[in-house]
């Protein structure tokens, strides 16, 4: 089965740094962009960026570059998220997803469960 | 960047057809693609290419395309359609991605 599981929920303090994962499984991972969403409480879907696990290409939406980090490493199938100084305004759901190819027409085929992360004092 | 605009709501009956449309200037040269997201739940990709569906969604799910809007047409929709849906399409890169406005669509 393809599937891409993310890490559990974080709760976090601003200012602090913080890393979450998406773990691709059933396809071959080098072989497919990932990409990362935003989605706020209550709002709506916030392209971030997208990474190429093959050789760690990466292109961030302008919204996001420079406020996030997008990495991967292919040895274990996993791409990541990070923020190095968490923001109050950075409390929201991250969600993987794999761009497909040419049966899906590079839209996001498959997705992960998603990821809480919340920066709070 | 650009900007995808979707109407914020649309309410239809049960059988009845959903039409939920995706204005924006890329969307001329671009595919769109259409997910739908129910609450607490991940979203699924409905439509692909403008108007591809992937295996596993009903045949009620559609999509066409017209100069720089597009446009989810749901036909006789059931109470399980109820979901917020968004159009999304890339830059001539393919790489740099946008989502519409996203639109409730409820089932009365």
């Known amino acids: 089965e393809v599937q891409l599981v993310q890490s559990g929920a974080e709760v976090k303090k601003p200012g602090e740094s913080l890393r979450i994962s998406c773990k691709g499984s059933?396809?071959?991972?080098?072989?497919?962009?990932i990409g990362w969403v935003r989605q706020m409480p209550g709002k709506g879907l916030e392209w971030m960026g997208i990474?190429?696990?093959?050789?760690?290409?990466?292109r961030y939406s302008p919204s996001f570059q420079g406020q996030v980090t997008i990495s991967a490493d292919k040895s274990i199938s996993t791409a990541y998220l990070q923020w190095s100084s968490l923001k109050a305004s950075d409390t929201a759901m991250y969600y993987c997803?794999?761009?497909?190819?040419?049966?899906?027409?590079?839209?996001?085929?498959?997705w992960g469960q998603g990821t809480t992360v919340t920066a709070s004092s | 960047s650009y900007e995808l605009t979707q109407p914020p709501s649309v309410s239809v009956s049960p059988g009845q057809t959903a039409r939920i449309t995706c204005s924006g200037n890329?969307?001329?040269?671009?595919?769109a693609y259409w997910y739908q997201q129910k609450p607490g739940q991940a979203p699924v990709l409905v439509i692909y290419?403008?108007?591809e569906r992937p295996s596993g969604i009903p045949e009620r799910f559609s999509g066409s395309s017209s100069g720089t809007t597009v446009t989810l047409t749901i036909s006789g929709v059931q109470a399980e359609d109820e979901a917020d849906y968004y159009c999304?399409?890339?830059?001539?890169?393919?790489?740099?991605?946008?989502f519409g406005t996203g639109t409730k669509v409820t089932v009365l």
């Open positions: 997803a794999r761009r497909g190819g040419s049966s899906s027409g590079y839209g996001m085929d498959v």
């Open positions: 059933g396809y071959s991972f080098t072989s497919y962009w």
């Open positions: 990474i190429y696990p093959d050789d760690s290409d990466t």
């Open positions: 890329p969307l001329a040269k671009q595919y």
């Open positions: 290419n403008d108007s």
């Open positions: 999304q399409s890339a830059d001539s890169s393919g790489t740099l991605y946008v």
